[in-house]
């Protein structure tokens, strides 16, 4: 080994004899004169000292301000640097011992190692008066000493002024060289991410906006996120840019930025788009005149949605037949049980004509009523049918109103149930100031018949969800606590008050919901095995969605709970309230949870830590991918009870976005023998791709159709994810994460948890009396469009390109942000992963922003007509 390791030394002297030998004569012209400075900088005579010292500081800097690789000068400056440094320790104090200095800590990024800061240490004794002028790659590195140091000090409680200083004569060089980044990195890390209003203008504020938005999403807890954000929202408000200030109010959750926002603006058209924004994400806001009130209670979305439709020629209603294509099916097998197939078509209906007023099923003419479907259903599917004209309905209060009335007099109590869940469906988003589904679902709490009052229970989570609202609290409280009440009366109760109250962390609610669990725990334990038993843990899920620590004491009070739904219930509740928060401490700690040896029968905690996994991973693409593989790590590793959660969990992950690995995935586990994990894949199925009218999905879908022909719960959720393939004609999207994925509709991802706990027993829950459940999934429905509007609300024409987006996040220049794109004229649909700008320099955007949902335009007063562009050319 010895005689080896002397041929390697032996080997990289010649080597390095070589280089020095084959120097060019310019090369060893700097050379020479390099060694001629070292020893002059060593000379008694101090104005020689001085004057070979700014020689080299001149040919060092000149070499140092674009690295791409290491200066020549400080190569040949690396023999010296000992000998440099020697001298400057024997120096005594004086001028020319800063300046030094200063050449010291330059020189010493190359020639030392990691970790010592000794550039830092050098500059510190130095003059501190140039530091821009050695260039980016000096001050990065001098940067990256800092914080090191700054946490050393923090550590030792000792004091930071100094360094603080210093980072402030770098930050304006980062801003003003384009490295807008590298200033935000190295302020979050001193804890002074408010000084970076100081530096920010228009032409910086995007690049630096984006910067802190994708920042926001990795940090590692709530408060710095907090923090990040807050920055970001003072920065927007400073410069007047409403439009990204009320996005980042909206991630926030605060409802006072969000007010002071439309008492500061006072331009009429930012208003209007202002107002679109908040109702999309269904906020309430007081005291605005008409016009703006009527768009921010989405009174807009159902005309716009029509338009669309017709825009798109798809308004003409389909038979079930027509939408399965059966005629491309195999029809020689025994066909489905009817009623079941009713079942199934009732909401294959209801998904495919979303919004659209029209179906061919349950909206009939007078001469056609004799026929109508509902006579063809009983039972909870007669509840469907009834509710399912909400769902036809969707965010248009009138005309539901006017469907849904004759239906509210019913003898049937499973018919005048489904009546009050379709009125919740049609009012749910869309706010009205005549209160019409309280004051008809609030008539029906006091009804004797268990289904009718069961029906205006959950009509008041579904209209209500996200509003807040405490009177809705007093109507429902009551019946949650109410021990002579029925279970599933007690359970949807709890689940209409998480709706209502999602987010909002309300005491009152989560501890009303403990008492009930803690006293039949102690009174009836056996109640507690119940399936319904789930919708407790969900409603205190919903409670804490996105609040992260503030869920810390709820989840401690659970423990007094002896009884397996009390761990079932703290896991639900982290998942929400971590839900896409990226929390890595969270997602280990699932996995813990995945990998523990239990009975099957006592596994239900354990399907809730996949689902909880990928409710936290669910924000952003890097960690949505780490999330797929640990769903591979748990479909090779884990017990089949915990892998049946896996199609669940896949859905949650990829929402309305059929990616092709995900899709065969799926497809794998539809084949599977056990029922359980076939079943909940194919509804993964249609999660996956719902609203996107995939090709590839279809075909595979219709396979499947023949091959559960002989089995009626298979081709039950075949239909049904056909169904939501198909959702809204294709005009509509699950998926809660808009703008750029950065903010978060908690109503629509309220919706998908419910749907998704329910077919965490598709047995009892989806093929028993509650698969009307499915329509909480509606409240996750929203139409994927772009309409370019003026400022009387009224659609411009005009050419869109769409494509994929492409991060350009921290990037230098002005990259494109859209590749692969297709133009259309508006309106347009936008799909998952892809991102919309504007063709056209006629019209502008009133800021730049993510286009999507309504886009108030208005005319660019810098455009020049094609016609006359030519003329001035000529």
Known sequence: VQKIEEENNQKNKNKKNVLINDLSEEDQKLKDNIEQWVQKIQNKDTQISLLALQQLREEVRKSTSSMTSVPKPLKFLKDHYEQLVDYYEKTNESEFKKQYADFLSVISMTMTEKGKQLSLKYIQEGTLNDLNNWGFEYLNHLSADIVQKYQQRLEKNENVMDLINLVMQIVPYFIQNNAEHDAIDLLMEVDKLEQLQTYVNKENFERISLYLQQCSQYCADFEEMEKTLNVNYTISISLKLYINALRIAIRLDNQDKIEKIFKECQDDLTRKQLCFMVARQRIILPNLDEQLTQIASNSFLTDFYMRLAKELDVLDPKTPDQIYKSHLEDQKQNQIESAKANLADTYVNAFVHLGCKKDALMIKELSQKDSAWIYQVKGTGLTAATASLGVINMWDAEKGNDHMSEYLNMSDGYGKMGALIGIGLFSSGVINEDDVAKALLEAEL???????????????????????????????LPILIDNNNKLQLNAFAALSLGLIHVGKCNEDISQAIVQVLYEYSQSTPKVLESYLTKYFAVAMGLLYLGQQSRSDTAIECLGIIEHDISKFCQIVIEGCAYAGSGNVLKVQKMLHHCLDKVEEDKSAYQQAAVISLALISSSENVGNEMAMRHMNNILQYCELHVKRAVPLA??????????????????????????????????????????????????????????????????????????????????????????????????????IITTVFSFMDTKNIILGDYHYTMYYLTLAAYPRMLFTLNENNENITINIRVGQSVDTVGQAGKPKKITGFQTHTSPVLISAGERAELADDEYIPIEQTVLENFIVLKKNPDYVPEDEKNKRKQ
């Open 446 to 476: 006091e009804n004797k018949d268990e289904y009718t009052k069961l029906g205006a229970v959950i009509g008041l989570g579904l209209a209500y969800a996200g509003s807040g609202r405490e009177d809705l609290q007093e109507l429902l």
């Open 650 to 751: 896949l859905a949650i992950l990829n929402v309305s976005n059929p990616k092709i690995n995900v899709m065969d995935l799926l497809i794998k586990f539809s084949h599977d023998d056990d029922a359980e994990l076939n079943q909940r894949a194919i509804f993964a199925m249609g999660m996956v791709s719902a609203g996107t009218n995939n090709s590839r999905m279809a075909d595979s879908l219709r396979n499947l159709s023949s091959y559960y022909m002989k089995e009626s719960n298979g081709k039950f959720f075949v239909r049904l994810a056909q169904g939501l393939l198909y959702m809204g004609k294709g005009m509509v999207s699950l998926q809660p994460y808009y703008s750029d994925r950065f903010l978060l509709n908690k109503v629509g991802l309220a919706g």
